[in-house]
């Protein structure tokens, strides 16, 4: 029988995603986490880090909802909320350049950037980092307490690791050179079914290189190795920050694989913002023989 979808691939510093519109028409999906991992396949279909879908809202002017290439569904992600506001500033499903985007873990600010009308960036309001250990989540320990600092011990090796979340977990491990990082170690193993984090984890290595800027590669829950993680690159500026490695209320260069992100930790408000490039690579039609 087989379906036809519509769709735009888009990445943010090569993070990319096959975003289909379920705005200017409806979507029919059965089954999105089996649609995700089969678009995500670079040899029997697309080839994308997962799939995003643009929906209407009744909380926000848009919905976005992500899959990873595994077809688990996350509750945030930093690359594709500025994507997501450029597609629909661009594609008129809003009638202004700052805008709100529901996501599964609240509604996220967009303010889309332009020159002579031409998209040159987007900025999202990333909202507050969370801290408490039960709301990350990690487990055991004291739920209420910040996980600042603590260690776990694999292939008989001690590593101290920050948890933060953006409303999606991220463990955090600071190296001397991110090139050299154990990712390939550590990425596997913790990402997806490691007890510590019940829900997985986005594992980061993270390297402060000055008062304005980090390194950051990344292993993310879901996808594996990606060339860039907006959510994580916020994750990777509040631990630097609360590991007293970095300035709060500075902009901070975040330099990824696949290019730089700005982000600040804003000392009034305590939320983070992000700034960064969002692109688009192609349209087309997928044609989903399976359903
Ligand atoms: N793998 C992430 C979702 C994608 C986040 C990332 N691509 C971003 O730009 O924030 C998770 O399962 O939490």
Known sequence: MGKMYEFT???????????MDGITRPLDIPDMAALARRVSDPAFGIGSDG??????????????????????????????LRCVARYCFEHQLVDKPAFEI?????NRHATVHTEHSVVTGVTIDMDQPILQRRLIPVAGGDGDRKVIRDKLTVFGTDYQFTAVSMGNPHALFFVDDVADAPIDQLGPLLADTYPLF??????????PIS?????YR??????????????GACAAVVASILEQRLPKDHPITVHLAGGDL????????????MTGSAEVICTGTYYDSQV
């Open 102 to 106: 529901e996501t599964l873990s609240g």
């Open 211 to 215: 008062e304005s800027a980090i390194d």
């Open 262 to 273: 700005t982000v600040q930790w804003d000392a009034t408000t305590n939320h983070v913002l």
């Open 218 to 231: 990344v292993w993310e829950r879901g996808s594996g190795i990606t060339q860039a993680c907006g959510t």
């Open 198 to 207: 019940p829900e997985g984890a986005n594992i980061g290595f993270v390297h």
């Open 9 to 19: 691939k888009m990445h943010g510093l090569g993070n990319c995603y096959i975003y």
């Open 51 to 80: 799939l995003i879908l643009i929906l209407p809202s009744d909380r926000a002017d848009v919905k976005m909802r992500i899959f990873n290439k595994d077809g688990s569904e996350a509750k945030n992600c930093g690359n594709g």
